[in-house]
């Protein structure tokens, strides 16, 4: 999956593992995406996958919430 489709596999994570909102699943998103949460996945496409969108979406959650 590409970058982008990475990030919007996260969002949707967030919305229905943790029961935030699309609004609050994108606010906590971009609010990774500027400390450079997301900035190896960019670097490095290969870890843009299902299974890592999951760990991030737990990740981001725990540490952006």
Do not use: N, W
């Not at 990475?6 to 994108?26: F, G, K, P, Q, R």
């Not at 971009?30 to 900035?39: G, W």
């Not at 190896?40 to 843009?48: E, F, L, V």
């Amino acid at each position: 999956m590409t970058y982008e489709e990475h990030l919007d596999e996260v969002t949707t994570l967030l919305t229905e593992e943790y029961d935030l909102s699309d609004e609050a699943a994108i606010a906590l998103v971009m609010r990774a995406q500027a400390d450079d949460f997301f900035s190896g996945h960019d670097d490095d496409p290969s870890i843009c996958t299902l299974a890592r969108a999951g760990q991030d979406a737990k990740a981001v959650f725990k540490k952006y919430k």
